[in-house]
């Protein structure tokens, strides 16, 4: 069975940093594209940065600089780092999987999410 | 590129059907592979997106055939042929054609 088990989710002032994990379990975790979407409170999906099986890595154009992607193949893990956090960051951070090696493909399971609340 | 859904919610009897719009502002087929590629998803409250329809007509395993795809080039619908309790949710499309992906604004579905 595909698990996605977002963690790392918290408050955290804002200008701060913060370290997301996904670890994925139930599948061959290397040969799958990996993304993070976020959901503002009561708001709609937002795609923030996708790395492909062979670690091809691109990002939300308004998230680009401050958001590091990366993924530990030998643990199964994705990760997302933040920095310069700001209020409009808060949101469920949810962890998918895409059906492809590449990232051009449909999200077809998603974790659970964790939520980063930024706050002064 | 930009996705626009209609309507931003609608309100179906049960066992009617729900039609749900979904306009890229670009073409999301590509040539090479005659493939649209653009996906539905349905959130229910509290819960993840759960993929509904991919290449913009292929049904996910394990989603009831109620659920239909169709639509090619910048112009998409999701049809729910007989509305159930339990499909009670937000619906979004997305595109992953291009980068930066993106989703489309959601339609909310209720029971009238």
């Known amino acids: 069975e595909v698990q996605l088990v977002e963690s790392g989710g918290g408050l955290v002032q804002t200008g701060g940093s913060l370290s997301l994990s996904c670890a994925a379990s139930g599948f061959s975790f290397s040969s799958y594209a990996m993304t993070w979407v976020r959901q503002a409170p009561g708001k709609g999906l937002e795609w923030v940065s996708s790395?492909?099986?062979?670690?091809?890595?691109y990002y939300a154009d308004s998230l680009r600089g401050r958001f590091t992607i990366s993924r530990d193949n030998s643990k199964s893990t994705l990760f997302l780092q933040m920095k310069s956090l700001r209020a409009e960051d808060t949101a469920i951070y949810y962890c998918a999987r895409g059906s492809g090696f590449n990232y051009y493909s449909a999200l077809d399971y998603w974790g659970r999410g964790t939520l980063v609340t930024v706050s002064s | 590129i930009v996705l626009t859904q209609s309507p931003d919610s609608l309100a179906v009897s049960l066992g009617e059907r729900a039609t749900i719009n979904c306009k890229s502002s670009q073409s999301v087929l590509y040539s090479s592979d005659n493939k649209n590629y653009l996906a539905w998803y349905q959130q229910k409250p509290g819960q993840p997106p759960n993929l509904l329809i991919y290449?913009?007509?292929t049904r996910e395993s394990g989603v009831p055939d109620r659920f239909s795809g169709s639509g090619s080039g910048t112009d998409f619908t999701l049809t729910i042929s007989s509305l159930q309790p339990e499909d009670v949710a937000v619906y979004y499309c997305?595109?992953?054609?291009?980068?930066?992906?993106?989703f489309g604004p959601g339609t909310k579905v209720d029971i009238k």
């Open positions: 997305q595109q992953y054609s291009t980068l930066p992906f993106t």
């Open positions: 290449w913009a007509s």
């Open positions: 790395v492909s099986g062979s670690h091809s890595i």
